[in-house]
């Protein structure tokens, strides 16, 4: 699915997978962000086809504009519970958050799932276009990579190719102070081997490691790390 | 809050005012702030509509509708999305390609005559474009490009069409295309400097 990111901003995607790619940006952070950066150069790509436009098209646009109702703007947003967003930054601790992943044993409605899966799509977009990030790749024993983006106290990180944990079993991922010591980083949710979590509050100095545990979680990892990057 | 409505302030047009800030004075509704807006993407709406749809006429009918769309759903224009620029370049993009696909699709397609005539149309999407291409970052930009990620960028783009289309013209297989488009798009993103930050 994300390798269709491009053909999806340059249109050339049939009505079946467009909708499709449509549903899997709602869960990917990563391909919505990339879709956004295609659309800015395919936006420069229209600039350079610019013709002038009939002058009687001004008139006939303005004739419609006159007696066309405007859509309202999205209503405000409601005033919900504890702000994930405020209760994560607001946390001494490090949390990590998996993309589209319900937070906690609260039953959100669907649409704030949706604003969290924007406000989380907005954090990792942050991150990932920010030009003081740091970033470090590697690959994940087993198979695939995994890749670690860090700025300004956020941080996203990004499996790709993951195999499939055995069964009963998932990633979880872990945040290592520079002391060592190793705090849960919560599961690392995969959709056909990939998979992107966001982060905040992270020091510069931790790093971050991804085992295979019993698929509840464990409180400390019962195996060697896969892969740790920073 | 007045139950009386105060008089509406006289806006003077401000030359540097950007056209994200336009578009939030014409979601309140404020025709003087969408005639700039017009003013500015009036021609690329055109010019981009009658680069996918070639027949002036149709592209003059889909502007009409981008523009009107432009104006009713303006409140919904989320900056923190992307710039107005990308907004209304997609927005007619995809309006513009849904015209040209329902037309293909009423049309009952010859095969032997359409792989003709689709490497005419290609060709004349590429010397149309190439005739375009005159300003200097952009067209830098595609040259950096292989031939063959310039080929199937800008036949999806500028000709509308689908990557299994562009497959079929090119005679390559899928995969093939979808990774040159996308390695394509990375490169122009990446010339061009335009990160969702920009
Ligand atoms: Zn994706």
Redesign the pocket.
């Given at each position: 699915?994300?390798d269709l990111?491009a053909a999806y901003a340059l249109n050339a995607l049939d009505e079946v997978e467009r909708r499709r790619f449509e549903r899997?940006?709602d869960d990917?952070p990563?391909?919505t962000v990339e879709v956004r950066e295609f659309a800015e150069a395919a936006a420069s790509l229209a600039e350079r086809v610019a013709e002038p436009a009939p002058g009687a098209l001004r008139e006939r646009v303005m004739a419609d504009v006159a007696r066309t109702r405007q859509v309202p703007s999205r209503p405000a947003r409601s005033v919900r519970g504890p702000s994930w967003r405020r209760a994560l930054t607001g946390a001494a601790a490090v949390l990590l958050v998996t993309a589209g992943a319900a937070l906690g044993t609260v039953a959100w409605q669907q649409h704030q799932a949706a604003e969290q899966a924007q406000e989380l799509a907005d954090g990792m977009a942050r991150v990932l276009t920010s030009p003081e990030r740091v970033e470090a790749r590697h690959t994940v024993a087993g198979g695939g990579t995994a890749t670690m983006v860090m700025a300004e106290g956020d941080a996203v990180l990004s499996a790709a190719g993951i195999p499939a944990a055995p069964h009963g079993h998932g990633y979880q991922m872990w945040v290592i102070a520079a002391d060592g010591s190793m705090q849960s980083g919560g599961m690392l949710k995969l959709a056909d081997g990939?998979g992107s979590a966001f982060m905040t509050g992270v020091s510069p100095d931790v790093s971050l490691a991804l085992t295979i545990e019993p698929e509840g979680g464990s409180d400390q990892p019962t195996t060697e790390p896969l892969v740790q990057l920073g | 809050m007045v139950g009386r409505r105060e008089a509406a302030p006289v806006v003077v047009p401000d030359p540097a005012e950007t056209t994200e800030a336009l578009l939030g004075r014409v979601g309140r509704g404020d025709e003087a702030a969408f005639e700039l807006v017009y003013a500015r993407v009036a021609d690329v709406v055109f010019g981009l509509a009658r680069s996918v749809l070639r027949d002036p006429h149709q592209a003059e009918e889909v502007a009409q509708e981008v523009l009107l769309e432009v104006w009713r759903s303006a409140a919904r224009f989320d900056e923190a999305r992307g710039s107005a620029r990308a907004w209304i370049a997609t927005l007619t993009h995809r309006r513009a390609v849904d015209r040209v696909r329902s037309s293909q699709a009423a049309r009952n397609r010859d095969n032997a005559v359409a792989s003709r005539s689709n490497e005419r149309e290609y060709d004349e999407v590429v010397e149309k474009v190439e005739r375009r291409l005159e300003a200097e970052r952009v067209r830098h930009c595609l040259d950096g490009l292989t031939p063959r990620q310039r080929d199937t960028v800008t036949l999806a783009y500028y000709g509308g069409r689908s990557y299994t289309d562009v497959a079929d013209v090119l005679k390559l297989p899928l995969g093939t295309v979808k990774t040159r488009m996308r390695d394509g798009l990375i490169r122009l993103r990446d010339c061009l400097g335009v990160g969702s930050d920009a």
């Open positions: 699915m994300h990111s899997h940006l990917c990563a391909c990939d | -």
